[in-house]
């Protein structure tokens, strides 16, 4: 006969179960994390969603990247792989956990200043924000064609909001951005944009990083999981019913939905980190290190940056 000790506990065990989801959450909640990512940026679509309730936990979005992730202000950061190469010979801790978007970049140009091709930047002056994935979209742009990088008069504007304004007012002769600025240069310029695009040349991995540090503890690290599972969540939303979350991205981003709709052909998210990923790191670390004259590091280096356990862990939980 069982010991009566034991039905009681065996009672209270299947009772917990049969709690709505909210009230078992309830008992074992889930830390509060603290995630920084451009809040200008469509990219950060995924985690705006998964802050958005997917996510059990609290969930705070403040606007930043890497530099807050190493002063230890939050607990993952949202960045082109760009300020990872940079930031990490910094801080040496930092890991991708998950490619949150990609992004392809363009050139947007005024047919008025005699432009028709890239090969026609030659000599003229490029707004763009300085050390970033979208300087490098145009150096690596001009390479292609056979244009020297000291060939343009590149104009680091900020804040990047002013660069349509620049186009428009003839301050510059094109941009090189992300989204929605380009999409709100062509709306500038009207007739008078000309759009240059390879999307072969490069895109943009918007990734989620996070340190070794927030790695080593284990709540933060069960949060992250069950962080990125959301994140997986979010991608899939986006990919399959992206009209259904416009309107909360307006809100977060403070965009009109037409701007967001029509800047989303340029975005991809995929919720994974994505095969080549350290291919881009690998050519990209020769043009990140020449900003300070070091020598770039190996292919084997830069692998240590990416940590796919937490993706393995949330993928596992999502198949279950």
Same mark, same amino acid.
């Given at each position: 006969?069982?010991?009566?000790?034991?039905?009681?506990?065996?009672?209270?065990?299947?009772?917990?179960?049969?709690?709505?989801?909210?009230?078992?959450?309830?008992?074992?909640?889930?830390?509060?994390?603290?995630?920084?990512?451009?809040?200008?940026?469509?990219?950060?679509?995924?985690?705006?969603?998964?802050?958005?309730?997917?996510?059990?936990?609290?969930?705070?979005?403040?606007?930043?990247?890497?530099?807050?992730?190493?002063?230890?202000?939050?607990?993952?950061?949202?960045?082109?792989?760009?300020?990872?190469?940079?930031?990490?010979?910094?801080?040496?801790?930092?890991?991708?956990?998950?490619?949150?978007?990609?992004?392809?970049?363009?050139?947007?140009?005024?047919?008025?200043?005699?432009?028709?091709?890239?090969?026609?930047?030659?000599?003229?002056?490029?707004?763009?924000?300085?050390?970033?994935?979208?300087?490098?979209?145009?150096?690596?742009?001009?390479?292609?064609?056979?244009?020297?990088?000291?060939?343009?008069?590149?104009?680091?504007?900020?804040?990047?909001?002013?660069?349509?304004?620049?186009?428009?007012?003839?301050?510059?002769?094109?941009?090189?951005?992300?989204?929605?600025?380009?999409?709100?240069?062509?709306?500038?310029?009207?007739?008078?944009?000309?759009?240059?695009?390879?999307?072969?040349?490069?895109?943009?991995?918007?990734? &989620?990083? #996070?340190?070794?540090?927030? %790695?080593? *503890?284990?709540? =933060?690290? @069960?949060?992250?999981?069950?962080?990125? +599972?959301? &994140?997986? #969540?979010?991608?899939?939303? %986006?990919? *399959?019913?992206? =009209?259904? @979350?416009?309107?909360?991205?307006?809100? +977060?981003?403070?965009?009109?939905?037409?701007?967001?709709?029509?800047?989303?052909?340029?975005?991809?998210?995929?919720?994974?980190?994505?095969?080549?990923?350290?291919?881009?790191?690998?050519?990209?670390?020769?043009?990140?290190?020449?900003?300070?004259?070091?020598?770039?590091?190996?292919?084997?280096?830069?692998?240590?940056?990416?940590?796919?356990?937490?993706?393995?862990?949330?993928?596992?939980?999502?198949?279950?």
């Amino acid at each position: 006969m069982p010991h009566p000790g034991r039905r009681k506990v065996a009672a209270v065990f299947v009772w917990a179960w049969l709690l709505p989801a909210p009230q078992r959450a309830q008992q074992n909640p889930l830390p509060a994390l603290r995630i920084a990512g451009n809040t200008t940026t469509i990219e950060l679509a995924p985690v705006l969603l998964a802050a958005n309730g997917l996510y059990a936990g609290p969930v705070t979005v403040i606007n930043g990247g890497i530099p807050n992730l190493m002063r230890g202000e939050v607990d993952a950061a949202t960045n082109a792989e760009t300020q990872l190469l940079r930031q990490s010979v910094e801080d040496p801790g930092l890991r991708v956990i998950l490619t949150e978007a990609e992004s392809f970049y363009r050139i947007v140009a005024r047919r008025s200043a005699g432009i028709r091709s890239v090969k026609d930047l030659r000599g003229k002056k490029i707004a763009i924000a300085a050390n970033t994935s979208a300087h490098y979209y145009l150096v690596k742009s001009l390479a292609l064609a056979g244009i020297p990088e000291d060939a343009v008069t590149v104009v680091p504007t900020t804040p990047i909001t002013r660069m349509s304004t620049a186009l428009k007012n003839r301050e510059v002769d094109a941009i090189a951005i992300w989204e929605p600025e380009s999409e709100l240069a062509v709306a500038a310029l009207g007739p008078d944009a000309i759009v240059l695009q390879d999307r072969s040349v490069y895109r943009e991995l918007f990734n &989620l990083q #996070t340190s070794t540090k927030v %790695l080593n *503890d284990p709540a =933060k690290r @069960s949060a992250l999981v069950q962080f990125v +599972k959301a &994140l997986l #969540t979010a991608s899939a939303r %986006l990919r *399959d019913r992206p =009209k259904e @979350s416009w309107p909360l991205l307006s809100t +977060k981003l403070s965009y009109p939905e037409a701007l967001i709709a029509s800047s989303w052909p340029n975005l991809r998210y995929a919720g994974s980190i994505v095969p080549d990923l350290l291919d881009v790191m690998t050519e990209e670390e020769v043009w990140v290190a020449k900003e300070k004259d070091r020598r770039p590091r190996t292919r084997e280096q830069l692998a240590t940056l990416i940590d796919r356990s937490i993706l393995d862990e949330a993928k596992g939980r999502v198949a279950r």
